[in-house]
């Protein structure tokens, strides 16, 4: 007979306590005399709760500030220990969350843009700063401004569920965007400096929020993508989007020339083609899954292609897994805009359901309850004589 399997490691481990296993077997070391379960923290904070000040104490990494916030909501045995021991218990989830490497990389990456943003003059400065009616082609101001599905169902077209497409950028603000990107190569490759490239998966391309562009993208976000996405994606935590990850991709010769399959590190991606001459380069998508079914199949009917068009914006869940055929013949560039929600990642951290937005898991609902269903009618079946 064989060994029985080990039990499967917690699914959240941020909010599992560890028990005591009696079937553990006695070479196995015993738990330490002053057992601490878990670190955990509460959902909820506690509101009346006077928190500590932790301005003079040495906090490897963390703002002093972020500590009296979070211990609102430590567990009730840790509220009134000593401060040493809270922040202490404090630091250790946020070590979790945010492990050393991801500071680093914060650090660097302020650090970066900073150095940028003091050597580099923009070429079109008008387009730092929001200006609505320069940018945006006056039926997607109006759709917005109309603050109703019906207003902008009436330019947003759904040509595949979940999927939607709508003119978007005026052919003056797309060209002055990518006058500014060469600008702004050219100006890295005199410098001599490093460029950041957008994320692992492109060699072309940069990110708008490092020369500059981050308060305008936030603007853009908030006011042009938000309102969209509270009502297309609600379930993908589409009206709690705070924060984004603006860049351009560049295709054609001597650029990248496709993208992988994949998902997005968003809750809701903007993909916005700026131009130039371009064939191919469609964006191919193939159903929406969870963090789990990223590689499952594909089924017929999730099967969905979109060619670009020139100030045409396409507005996808980062879910939709997608794709970019070869550029074939010219040169293309897009405006891309990864829209997150820290909100909706931290409470599906404790969501015990499955995703209804995913294909798989639903796929595989239906599966379990169809083969349920048919043991049962065979017992009873079977119990007739
Ligand atoms: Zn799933």
Redesign the pocket.
């Known amino acids: 007979m064989s060994q029985p399997p080990p039990p499967p490691p917690p699914e959240n481990d941020d909010i599992y306590y560890p028990t005591h296993h009696h079937n553990q077997s006695h070479n196995q070391q015993p738990p330490p005399a002053t057992f601490t379960p878990y670190p955990s923290l509460r959902l909820n904070p506690v509101r009346d709760h006077h928190s500590e000040n932790y301005e003079d104490m040495q906090l490897d990494h963390y703002p002093p500030l972020l500590l009296s916030s979070l211990e609102r909501h430590l567990p009730n045995r840790m509220l009134n220990r000593p401060r040493e021991e809270k922040a202490e218990y404090m630091t250790n989830i946020l070590n979790k969350y945010y492990p050393l490497n991801e500071h680093i990389r914060m650090q660097k990456q302020r650090e970066y843009r900073q150095k940028i943003i003091s050597s580099y003059p923009p070429l079109h400065k008008e387009i730092y700063s929001m200006h609505a009616e320069n940018f945006f082609v006056p039926s997607f101001l109006e759709a917005i401004q109309g603050k109703s599905e019906a207003s902008l169902r009436r330019v947003i077209a759904e040509p595949f569920k979940g999927i939607f497409t709508f003119q978007m950028l005026q052919p003056g603000f797309c060209q002055k965007l990518m006058e500014e990107v060469d600008h702004f190569e050219r100006h890295i490759k005199r410098a001599k400096l490093k460029i950041m490239r957008p994320n692992t998966m492109n060699q072309f391309g940069v990110v708008l929020d490092d020369f500059g562009m981050e308060a305008m993208l936030q603007s853009f976000m908030e006011t042009f993508i938000r309102p969209l996405s509270e009502v297309f994606f609600t379930e993908f935590g589409g009206s709690s989007l705070e924060s984004h990850h603006g860049y351009v991709v560049e295709y054609g010769t001597n650029r990248d020339l496709d993208l992988g399959f994949h998902v997005d590190d968003a809750e809701v991606t903007l993909n916005v083609c700026l131009g130039k001459q371009f064939s191919g380069g469609e964006l191919y998508f193939r159903g929406v899954?969870?963090?789990?079914?990223v590689n499952?199949q594909i089924q017929s009917e999730e099967i969905f292609d979109y060619s670009h068009v020139p100030g045409q914006a396409v507005l996808h869940s980062g879910r939709h897994r997608h794709g970019v055929r070869p550029t074939t013949s010219g040169h293309r560039l897009n405006l891309i805009i990864w829209c997150r929600s820290s909100v909706h990642r931290e409470t599906k951290r404790y969501q015990k359901e499955?995703?209804t937005w995913?294909?798989?898991?639903?796929r595989?609902r239906k599966e379990r309850i169809r083969a349920r269903i048919a043991s049962a009618s065979q017992n009873f079946f079977g119990m007739r004589p």
Do not use: I, M, T, W
């Open positions: 899954r969870c963090d789990n079914h499952s499955f995703p995913c294909a798989e898991c639903k595989q």
